[in-house]
């Protein structure tokens, strides 16, 4: 597998900007159908970082259910050092990226709050610990509440802690949030990141960064649309191919695939194209438009599979289906931990804070065993309370 990717845009020599442009795009800006940009050309658009750390997060989430796996080895896949052997894949390997150097760490929400990022970094490192210590060690022993193991789920087996909780799941879900969501759009597509330094001026006389064929305005915008798209098989087009991945690309195709919130998909691939035209054609402030309706949008998914994944669990446990109950609990717990990543459109602030995140999972998790006996009730007014926040009816999100 290689990582340097390049993406080779607009075929048989096409231009800068293509000449075939979306219907509703801005009558000034030429926005190609496709995800496709060059330079004297060469294509402009690079994200091999973004495609590095889904692949590195794909392998871990793997390895959490791996049983003969160290708690060392988990961790290192975690906050990978280049060099060191914690991959399958070689590139992986020689990388100097890793998941953790990036969690918790975008320009917007934490570069001045150190005391959230590293206890949201420490919190990943024990949810990965305790499935060693807790989940590995009763890995063929059934589970029973207060008592971690297996159990069955159809024709897929469980491995739970001694509440209930899936850890490989919650750091998965977890990671949409902690990872790409606030990378995308806490980082990257931050007025403060896009137009660092020099970046307006370098981008308005075209310089590029040393070496490439983008400016260093167009690989941050890029860099955005790699955490949502880094692992399509087609990253040009990626609404042909949505699932390619096991993070924001997958929810992105259940949610847009809920009849209620079909189009989202395209509406979030069409500001990505029509962003990153902008930013081309110099307009800021059509960039800037664009980037609200990603962070708008991207945040919806996360707050629809919430409460599908909240009301998929309680429907399981009042048929005390308790295999598909944590499961889908503990993919519910991961995408209401996410929400304190999520961003508020034309404000600098999320739609939940960590507080509350914290206060909503505490709620959750209140009563004896944790998920054993988690109450309907409690299940309920969390999924209220972000659907009433983000606008949602809470039976078509439940979908």
């Not at 809920?258 to 509406?267: H, Q």
């Not at 500001?271 to 949008?297: C, H, M, P, S, W």
């Amino acid at each position: 597998m290689k990582f340097n990717r390049l993406y080779i845009g607009l075929l048989f020599g096409a231009a800068a900007l293509s000449s075939c442009s979306d219907d509703d795009a801005t009558p000034s800006i030429d926005t190609p159908t496709t995800y496709s940009f060059t330079r004297d050309g060469a294509t402009s658009v690079s994200f091999s970082g973004q495609t590095t750390r889904i692949a590195m997060a794909e392998e871990l989430i793997s390895a959490l259910k791996d049983e003969t796996k160290s708690k060392e080895a988990l961790l290192a896949m975690f906050a990978h050092e280049e060099g060191a052997e914690d991959f399958s894949d070689a590139d992986l390997n020689a990388s100097s990226k890793s998941i953790r150097s990036k969690t918790a760490a975008s320009n917007d929400f934490f570069s001045s709050n150190v005391t959230d990022a590293t206890a949201i970094k420490s919190l990943f490192d024990t949810w990965i610990g305790d499935q060693h210590d807790e989940v590995f060690s009763r890995w063929n022993e059934q589970a029973s509440a207060g008592v971690a193991g297996q159990l069955a789920d159809g024709t897929s087996t469980r491995y739970v802690s001694a509440n209930g909780l899936e850890y490989n799941q919650m750091v998965a879900k977890s990671l949409i949030g902690a990872l790409m969501t606030d990378q995308a759009l806490n980082n990257y597509l931050s007025p403060a990141v896009l137009d660092a330094a020099t970046n307006r001026e370098d981008n308005d006389a075209d310089v590029v960064a040393e070496g490439e064929s983008y400016t260093t305005m167009e690989h941050k915008w890029d860099e955005a649309y790699g955490y949502l798209y880094g692992a399509s098989q087609d990253p040009t087009h990626p609404n042909a191919t949505l699932g390619d991945d096991s993070f924001l690309n997958k929810y992105i195709a259940k949610v847009d695939g809920n009849t209620n919130y079909t189009g989202i998909a395209d509406d979030i691939f069409n500001a990505f194209k029509l962003g990153r035209a902008a930013i081309a054609a110099k307009d800021y402030t059509v960039r800037d438009e664009q980037a609200e309706i990603i962070k708008e949008n991207v945040s919806k998914v996360i707050a629809v599979r919430a409460v599908h994944y909240l009301q998929a669990g309680k429907a399981a446990l009042a048929n005390q289906e308790f295999g598909s109950a944590f499961h889908d609990l503990s993919e519910g717990f991961g995408f209401v931990y996410s929400l304190q990543f999520t961003r508020k459109p034309n404000t600098d602030a999320s739609y939940f804070t960590k507080a509350e995140v914290d206060a909503f999972i505490d709620s959750i998790l209140a009563n004896d065993n944790g998920l054993w006996n988690a109450s309907s009730t409690t299940l309920d007014e969390v999924s209220s309370k972000i659907s009433d926040a983000f606008g949602l009816v809470l039976t078509e999100a439940a979908e």
